[in-house]
């Protein structure tokens, strides 16, 4: 009994801190992501910048839609130059978030424009690279040879994208998308979409919604994009995207140790 009672404690535990723990965001079981999916093949893709401008002026059932995606930069400067993970994001998403800079502020509409250079670091590089210095909000830092000016230092514990979204990597820094004439243009499939519904809207709803606006871009799309690829959409509310890949493998070990604490009462 022993034995069977601390594996259920053990592993709820785990399913407790993986699947019921919120993620951190104000409200975020109204939080989805908006995929682009195809009728003919499984899985999901991104979106294009000039996708995410339609559909934040069609869709009816988001408050907000805001765009983000991640890559590696080369981070400069003293002690020696170090890779870093950079998450280029609209700047609707950190209020949508609801979660406010533990100094400083977050980047402007204005400053969401091309060629703008301003940049919010987390806590962790703060310290780790940056020493805790107070004074580095106002300050230059370099990405990829090109000077950012810092603006806002978030609070520590602080993640987006969270782990467990599809095609991102967790971030150590944000920076602008500023999206350029060309990358409106062109249908690229790089960015994710994460929305807030509005209240009394249910996902059916909004999957139903975000369907309806992709068929009126792929619509829009040339023709010769439109014979290689057709679109459709789907929204994942982002809880279930962060623990889809170990919900599975949780459920199972649950399920294990539950019929290990049948036998021990079978036992006594």
Avoid at 191 to 204: A, I, T
């Amino acid at each position: 009994m022993a034995l069977s009672i601390g594996s259920c404690a053990a592993i709820f535990s785990v399913v407790s801190a993986v699947l019921l723990a919120d993620l951190g965001y104000r409200d975020s079981t109204r939080l989805g992501v908006i995929w682009h999916t195809r009728p003919t093949a499984a899985g999901v893709i991104g979106v294009s910048p000039g996708d995410f401008v339609s559909y934040r002026s069609s869709l009816s059932t988001f408050d907000q839609i805001a765009a983000v995606t991640t890559r590696g930069f080369n981070l400069g400067g003293s002690p020696a130059p170090s890779r870093a993970t950079c998450a280029r994001m609209t700047d609707g998403m950190l209020p949508m978030l609801g979660v406010s800079p533990a100094q400083g502020r977050w980047f402007t509409t204005e400053e969401d424009r091309a060629g703008t250079r301003a940049i919010v670091v987390s806590h962790r590089l703060w310290t780790t690279r940056f020493g805790s210095d107070g004074r580095l909000i106002g300050r230059d830092i370099v990405l990829d040879a090109v000077p950012y000016r810092v603006v806002g230092i978030m609070p520590d514990g602080f993640a987006f994208p969270p782990e467990g979204v599809q095609g991102l990597a967790s971030a150590d820094c944000w920076i602008p998308a500023g999206f350029t004439p060309a990358e409106l243009a062109t249908p690229a499939f790089n960015y994710v979409l994460v929305g807030r519904l509005k209240p009394g809207v249910s996902w059916e709803q909004a999957g139903a919604d975000a369907h309806a606006g992709a068929q009126k871009i792929w619509a829009s799309y040339p023709a010769a994009v439109q014979s290689q690829v057709q679109l459709t959409a789907r929204v994942i509310p982002l809880t279930e995207q962060v623990v889809a890949s170990s919900r599975t493998s949780l459920y199972l070990f649950a399920g294990s140790v539950a019929m290990l604490l049948l036998i021990g009462c079978a036992n006594v």
